[in-house]
C-alpha cells in the first residue's frame, strides 16, 4: 500500500525533518512540498495526496484556512504540525486525525504513522467528520493564551495584553502597549483564532479589543473613531459600520 503525501510548512527546516523522517518508511511517496497555503491548496486539488503534513500557522493562509478552502468530499487525512499550547492539543487527542508538535522527533512520527496506516482503512467520511470535529475542538476558549509565530519564534499572550490588530501588506501587527509584534499571519486567520467576545474587526486592516476602547467619536459618512486607551485612534470601515454602532447601543 503506497500513500501519497504532500508536506506543507512555510520553513524549509521543518520540511527537511519531515522528509528525513518519512524516507524510513517504504509505504510514503512524497509527492510534493508547499511553502505557504495558497500553493498547498492548489497542490492538494491537483496532486489528490492521500495525507497532508500541515503546519498550523503559517503567514497569510494558515493550516485551518487550506483545510476549509478543500473540497470536504475528497478530503484526504491531515496531520497537523503544531505549536499550539496543551488546551489544542487535547483537542488533537480525542479526534481521529493527528498532531505532531514542534520539534517532534522520529519516536512520535512514528507513533502518527502507525495511525496513518490504520486509518487509511476508514471510511472517508469518518475522515472528514474527525477533521471537522477537530476544527471545532481547537477554537480558542475564553482566558486562554494567543499563540504567534514572530521571526521562527512562537510567541504566547494573554488576549488582554493585545489592545488592537493592524494589517500590514499580508501579515499582521499586534499591538501591545508600548510594544508591536509582527507576526506572520493573515488578519483573516488571527480574527478565526481570536475570542469574538472580546475581539471585534472594524475595519478590513483593524481588529480591536474592545476593553482597550476608551471613547468613540462620530467621522464622516457614518463611520467612526475609536480612540484606545493608548491613545491611538482607528477609523472604522463602511462594511463593519453596523457592527460598530452597536456598541454604542449596547452601552
Avoid at 486567520?189 to 478590513?204: G, I, K, M, T, W
Avoid at 479589543?209 to 463602511?238: C, T
Wanted: a neutral charge.
Amino acid at each position: 500500500m503506497t500513500i501519497r503525501a504532500l508536506l506543507v510548512d512555510d520553513e524549509e527546516p521543518a520540511r527537511e525533518l519531515l522528509r528525513a523522517f518519512l524516507v524510513r518508511w517504504p509505504e510514503v511517496t512524497i509527492v510534493g512540498e508547499a511553502g505557504d497555503g495558497s500553493t498547498a491548496i492548489e497542490m492538494t486539488r491537483r496532486l489528490g495526496p492521500d495525507i497532508i503534513f500541515l503546519d498550523v500557522q503559517m503567514p497569510r493562509l494558515g493550516g485551518f484556512d487550506v483545510v476549509a478552502a478543500l473540497d470536504a468530499e475528497s478530503l484526504p487525512l491531515i496531520v497537523f504540525v503544531t505549536a499550539y499550547d496543551q488546551y489544542a492539543l487535547r483537542a488533537f487527542d480525542v479526534s481521529a486525525c493527528d498532531y505532531l508538535l514542534k520539534p517532534f522527533d522520529a519516536d512520535r512520527l512514528a507513533t502518527t504513522m502507525r495511525r496513518v496506516l490504520a486509518r487509511r482503512e476508514e471510511p472517508s467520511q469518518s475522515a472528514r467528520a474527525a477533521v471537522r470535529s477537530l476544527l471545532a475542538a481547537v477554537q480558542p476558549s475564553k482566558g486562554e493564551q494567543v499563540v504567534v509565530k514572530v521571526d521562527g519564534r512562537h510567541v504566547f499572550l494573554d488576549p488582554g495584553e493585545i489592545e488592537w490588530v493592524e494589517a500590514v501588506r499580508k501579515e499582521a501587527r499586534l499591538h501591545l502597549g508600548a510594544k508591536a509584534l509582527l507576526v506572520r499571519e493573515s488578519m483573516t486567520n488571527l480574527e478565526q483564532r481570536l475570542d469574538a467576545s472580546r475581539f471585534l474587526r472594524v475595519h478590513r486592516s483593524a481588529i480591536v479589543n474592545r476593553a482597550h476602547i476608551r471613547e468613540m467619536q462620530p467621522w464622516f459618512k457614518g463611520d467612526y473613531v475609536l480612540i484606545m486607551r493608548s491613545g491611538a485612534r482607528i477609523v472604522s470601515g463602511q462594511t463593519y459600520r453596523d457592527v460598530v454602532r452597536r456598541l454604542i447601543e449596547r452601552g
